[in-house]
């Protein structure tokens, strides 16, 4: 993996403790910064700071949910007290939800994944942009998907999330566009991690085959490729990008 000059930056990654979180911690550690890792998973929190610190980095780990707020605020002004600074922000953490059609849709794991994959983003950037504007700079990358572009059938919850991901992205880099603080997002496809192999056992196997049908390098993502783009738009060379949305599903989403 490409390693970018992160010496000296302090980075937030939400949902830090597995998958796509934990693959962005070790590669933004493997590049110089001090991670601060969150996430509802203490014990897979624990395991994954040890993976972390055996490299000789700078880890911190707090039991955080981005749904609450209050949460969100005392976490961020942790990291602010024991760094000194914070000038990274991924918002990686995320649930998936139930498959069915929209009357038929659940209407708790509508509001879940409401709370968590986009609200959750918001607070975390709602938190934490107050510091980055005290040093006028800041990167924040937001983690969507594909689903959020295109919308998956028998997915409102998870799609219309994602979307606002967007959204919520394309607002924040715009409002930030003259502070030193840019604001991008990646919408990755499939990915080879934990949630989405659990996700793929309980999906219809005929909505299985037309989502994978539809990506063009006939494969999926691993967690390592989607660090890699992120931890350029987490450093300095993405400089001249903000509100952006950088597409990551193997040719499935061309724009």
């Given at each position: ?39 509802r998973a203490g014990e897979a929190l624990h395991a994954a700071a040890g993976r972390l610190g055996s490299g000789g980095h700078a880890v911190d780990t707090q039991a ?54 986009l609200t959750g983003v918001f607070f975390c950037c709602r938190a934490v942009i107050p510091y980055m504007l005290r040093n006028k700079y800041g990167r924040i990358v ?22 606002g991901v967007i959204g919520l992205t394309k607002t924040l880099g715009k409002e930030y566009a003259t502070s030193g603080i840019v604001v991008n997002c990646v919408t ?68």
């Open positions: 993996m490409n390693t970018y000059d992160l010496a000296g930056r302090v980075a937030v990654v939400t949902g830090g403790a597995s998958g796509v979180g934990l693959a962005v911690g070790a590669l933004l550690s493997q590049s110089g910064a001090m991670v601060s890792l969150w996430d955080v949910d981005v749904s609450r707020y209050e949460e969100v605020e005392s976490a961020s002004s942790r990291v602010f007290d024991h760094f000194g600074r914070l000038d990274v922000l991924v918002n990686s953490a995320g649930i998936s939800g139930p498959f069915a059609r929209c009357d038929e849709y659940p209407i708790d794991a509508w509001g879940q994944q409401l709370a968590v994959n937001n983690v969507s998907s594909v689903s959020g572009k295109e919308g998956n059938p028998l997915s409102a919850g998870y799609s219309a999330s994602k979307a990755p496809g499939l990915i080879h991690t934990a949630m989405h192999e659990a996700t793929l056992k309980r999906m219809p196997e005929s909505l299985m085959q037309t989502l994978k049908s539809k990506i063009p390098m006939n494969r999926i993502a691993r967690p390592e490729e989607v660090a890699t783009m992120i931890a350029w738009m987490a450093s300095e060379h993405c400089s001249f990008s903000t509100g952006a949305v950088f597409d990551l599903s193997g040719g499935r989403a061309t724009y």
